[in-house]
């Protein structure tokens, strides 16, 4: 995790020196564009950009949008131990600079969007995975998690072979409750002998559950001792540390948020990675910055489900390609869900 709080204009084509802005030496969006360009920034969530999976997802729709949109982006980092107030600071520092939307990447940014998007009501401000702060310049962007975890249930029970699966959450909170109660209820459903065995990394307010992956591969070990062959980890970078150890077993790990079979900083592990739960925070926040660069800013909650492909299951491994039973029992889960004839349940 990095351990230096910095907010930095990033070009596409000039994203290594961005980087290297900070906070109190870097050049507000208006120093390098004129006074008409657009400028929007996010806020990365414990472990920070680089995690291979949810925040390199809202990346990804900053990205987008500086290319297709012709804006500016900025990007603030969150720093080790921080609070309320570091948030508050971050968030209230972007928003001084004319960014527009605001978008904090994670439910943690609640109280602190609540408090900031008062002090700037011309400012649409955007928080991913909550729904708890609401006003009219507020956009929340949230997933049916659970919905797409029920398919990777499905997927782990008909590819386990020793009929023992593994679930790691990050740390102990309703959000990630609702990737477990998928989960193990697309098991059940797919092979009620089937066994779950369910792990938390960390208990709130320590949320190193999210960011340390040596917590993750400890508890994948553990799991895979047990006679789980394939394990489903939902737990930001800590999930890289599971899926390492579950590639030295030979065993199947399931990615999650990003499709994690492409991620480069996990390539030496890919062929282990059966498929991700996919979350489209990438288009989540391409989609709220557009909307505010056309005059019709979004606002309220923005729900993003199966239906609307908004979560999913990757099909990125040609392994994965070749289980037709796997995929057939998937194919079906999901028009059933889509159907309404399965209602997931949210809540272990």
């Given at each position: ?224 001792d047990k006679g789980a062959d394939v394990i489903y980890a939902a737990a930001g970078l800590a999930g890289s540390g599971a899926i390492e150890a579950t590639a030295a077993k030979g065993k199947w790990a399931i990615g999650v948020d990003s499709d994690q079979y492409n991620q480069a900083g996990l390539a030496k592990y890919k062929n282990s990675i059966l498929t991700s739960v996919t979350k489209d925070v ?67």
């Open positions: 995790m990095r351990r230096i709080t910095r907010i930095a204009t990033v070009g596409i084509a000039s994203a290594a020196l961005a980087l290297s802005a900070t906070a109190c030496g870097g050049k507000k969006s208006s120093d390098t564009s004129s006074s008409e360009e657009k400028s929007a920034a996010i806020a990365y969530d414990i472990g920070g950009r680089g995690d291979q999976s949810f925040n390199d997802a809202a990346y990804e729709g900053l990205a987008k949008a500086e290319k297709d949109l012709q804006i500016k982006g900025a990007q603030a980092e969150p720093t080790d131990g921080e609070g309320e107030a570091d948030k508050v600071q971050r968030l209230t520092e972007l928003a001084r600079k004319g960014n527009n939307p605001v978008i904090g990447v994670g439910f943690a940014y609640a109280p602190a969007i609540k408090k900031v998007a008062e002090k700037f009501p011309d400012t649409t401000f955007g928080i991913i995975d909550d729904t708890s702060v609401t006003a009219k310049n507020i956009a929340n962007l949230v997933f049916s998690e659970e919905q797409g975890s029920y398919l990777a249930g499905v997927a782990a029970a008909k590819a386990s072979k020793t009929g023992t699966v593994g679930f790691i959450g990050g740390v102990e909170v309703p959000l990630i409750k609702k990737f477990e109660a998928g989960f193990a209820q697309g098991v059940k459903d797919t092979n009620p002998n089937a066994k779950v065995l369910t792990q938390y990394l960390t208990q709130p307010p320590n949320f190193d559950g999210f960011a340390k992956p040596d917590l993750g591969k400890a508890a994948a070990e553990g799991q895979l990438a288009d989540s926040v391409y989609n709220l910055i557009k909307s505010v660069k056309d005059g019709k800013p979004e606002s309220g909650e923005v729900r993003y489900g199966l239906d609307k492909d908004g979560v999913g299951l990757a099909d990125s491994n040609p392994e994965y390609k070749k289980m037709t039973d796997v995929i057939a029992a998937v194919d079906k889960a999901k028009a059933d869900i889509i159907a309404k004839k399965i209602e997931v349940k949210t809540a272990p």
